[in-house]
């Protein structure tokens, strides 16, 4: 069932009738403690990820931020902070995401696996969508599952939480799963490359196409070989700049069903401003030979405001919570981790 996304009203004494609840902007200070506490784990996590690049700095922070969250009760005075990071930090982080895709790097994929990208996405969110219907999965959460094992993981997930109106505890289920099934992959993808005689250019286009994470792929694509990094990672920024049209059409399901009596200021945007941000910075990038410090300083800022929205998705991921997911969610995981694995291979057969 898809959220109500009718405002939220109280009685005004004056008049007797339901006026809206229009909450203010947080204070600059009030942000401060949460913002401190996602910019700290943050901060270890880039110093993991420095240590071991094959560690993605993004999954270290959920999983960081989840420990911590655990361990000691959330104060009230960080949720402030910890909300604007995995809202506003998150849609800078996706925005941003934009300039590392370029029209030319597409492009040099060849339209064979341009194709194979495109059958791979839409074939997994189409069928995880029915397989979670099949599952009785909640719609909320199978729509994150969708999103983030068929285009690009943990930034999926947390783009497309607040289009469905995904709770942290979907949010948090869905997070962990990418962890875990996208963690699996990274061996078992190229043993079965190896096993079933896949040369090296197209077990990188299977794990460039199948496996969650970039930071995944690209720990898959190092046990490949050496040479595998240069098909795999294009292959894997082409799924992820599916994200811009599969959150867009999330959007545009919720706003065709949104009840009738809904204000316009709240249905959802037909576009979120962030998907519409990710595209201008793939164009800009494309038409523009930007100063490489610049992408290198941009590329900083991405992953920062990226790791910190995940720190902040982590601090909220209760482990009591997720133990009474129950099986119907992992299995889900695990046939669309099956589906989009098993598409892509066809594909990586058929091409060649």
Wanted: aromatic letters at 4%; one cysteine or more; glycine letters at 10%.
């Amino acid at each position: 069932m898809l959220p109500d996304l009718r405002p939220s009203a109280v009685t005004s004494p004056a008049v007797g009738n339901p006026a809206p609840v229009r909450p203010g902007p947080p204070n600059r200070s009030s942000l401060l403690p949460g913002l401190a506490v996602a910019a700290a784990i943050t901060t270890l996590a880039l110093a993991i990820n420095q240590w071991q690049p094959l560690l993605s700095a993004l999954l270290l922070a959920i999983v960081v931020g989840a420990v911590v969250g655990n361990v000691r009760p959330i104060p009230a005075v960080w949720r402030p902070g910890l909300s604007f990071a995995s809202k506003q930090l998150l849609r800078l982080g996706i925005v941003l995401l934009g300039l590392q895709i370029t029209l030319s790097t597409l492009a040099g994929l060849g339209w064979q696996r341009l194709v194979l990208v495109v059958v791979v996405v839409t074939s997994g969110v189409l069928s995880t969508l029915a397989m979670g219907r099949l599952l009785r999965v909640p719609l909320r959460l199978t729509a994150l599952v969708a999103c983030g094992f068929s285009i690009c993981g943990a930034a999926a997930v947390a783009g497309a939480k607040d289009v469905v109106g995904a709770d942290e505890e979907e949010t948090g289920t869905a997070l962990m799963m990418v962890v875990l099934f996208g963690t699996i992959a990274i061996p078992v993808v190229p043993a079965a490359a190896a096993l079933i005689g896949l040369d090296a250019t197209s077990a990188a286009t299977w794990a460039g196409a199948s496996i969650h994470e970039v930071a995944q792929v690209v720990a898959a694509a190092a046990t490949i070989g050496a040479d595998a990094l240069a098909v795999a990672v294009p292959v894997k920024l082409a799924r992820v700049a599916c994200l811009a049209g599969v959150v867009a059409g999330y959007g545009l399901a919720l706003r065709r069903t949104a009840p009738a009596d809904t204000q316009p200021t709240r249905r959802p945007a037909l576009v979120p401003g962030f998907v519409l941000g990710f595209l201008a910075m793939v164009v800009l990038g494309s038409l523009i030979q930007l100063p490489a410090p610049v992408l290198a300083v941009a590329k900083i800022i991405q992953t920062a405001a990226l790791a910190m929205a995940m720190a902040a998705l982590g601090l909220g991921m209760q482990l009591r919570g997720l133990r009474n997911v129950g099986w119907r969610p992992l299995l889900l995981g695990l046939v669309a981790t099956l589906i989009v694995s098993m598409v892509a291979l066809t594909g990586v057969v058929l091409i060649g």
